[in-house]
């Protein structure tokens, strides 16, 4: 790995694992760690678009943050195409379930505001068609800079290629609602390596993308965390004794999961202004047990870091399995050693019989859990679903020591502020 981490201050670290024996201790359908089911007759946020992953406005500290009383959050979102005959299966009625499909193609970053954190109402796109400099806006987050209302929005540019970016605006409020202005020079910050970090030319199924800068609460510096897979060729990585872990007898065998090689990346910032940043060893690696470690965040709490991730059960390894969720690490020091929360990682599933009713879950540091819905099912043998494309309802958890708990349902997408700033 062609690093120098100690230039900027940094001790150089061993990633933490995330091995084959802890995910044997997954265990689907456990109460404290699964989402209350979601009930097919949710409310639809917006009948035009569909919607999914949220990024609720937060200052470095991972504070939601509203503004002047308003409440804002970006969102992934895509056009709904129900008369479009792209979209019509051969009966002539609009296929959803495509048309949701496709939606990753065609992702653009929107934005919401709100005065009670939720209900939110629509506010538009934030960048103009043609700023971003390719075809789909992907995940990231909106950081508050200051009381003037300056916002970076850090993001992903995908297709061609995985850059993440940044884009600086100003959100502006009145007393009828609120809009982002500015948002035209998008900055491109950094690629994968392929030393630390997996390229599209290692494996045309590569991962990089998703950041969340932040400021380390101990040694008050800028980071940012990002979803990656280990550098390498496809099909190259070892499987060794590490990332199998203690394993009972008859466990050995790890199958072809040789293929599956997410990591929680991390970038430190040459600077303040977080314009320049260095790449560092992954904080995590799940190299053997899964292939996606998307979205990854932080909750700072009782001096510990919590570090959460949301994956799916179709990106896991053979042998090993778990619900499409949120999972979650801890550890005393922002490099680590992490191990793994309830001792698997699973932190925030999906039920066994809604297995992709929500997803891209979201921990804010008031242990409130948002996530979109993806599809519920509106029969007993599932095979008829309804599409959401919407606000989930919010899980409230607590997070004590290594451990979670699911305590309380609240209303569809509601993400009350943590801090408010009147902005001058
Ligand atoms: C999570 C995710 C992100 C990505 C986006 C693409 O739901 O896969 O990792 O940025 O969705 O639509």
Redesign the pocket.
Known sequence: MKTNPEKFGVTPHQPSLWTRADALKVRADDPTTTQPLVSADFPVLNNDVFI??TMPLRDLDGNVTSVDGWSVIFT?TADRHPNDPQYLDEDGNYDILRDWND??GR?KMYYWFSRTGKNWEFGGRVMAEGVSPTA?E??GTPILLNDRGEVDLYY?AVTPGATIVKVRGRVVTTEHGVSMVGFEKVKPLFEADGNMYQTEAQNAFW?F??PWPFRDPKDGKLYMLF?GNVAGERGSHKVGEAEIGDVPPGYEDVGNSRFQTACVGIAVARDADGDDWEMLPPLLTAVGVND?T??PHFVFQDGKYYLFT?SHTFTYADGVTGPDGVYGFVADSLFGPYVPLNGSGLVLGNPSSQPFQT??HYVMPNGLVTSFIDSVPTDETGTQIRVGGTEAPTVGMKIKGQQTFVVAEYDYGYIPPMLDVTLK
Do not use: V
């Open positions: 999914w992953d992934l939606r990753h992702a789909r992907w995940a992903t991962g993308r998703d979803e996606q998307e979205r949301i997803y891209s």
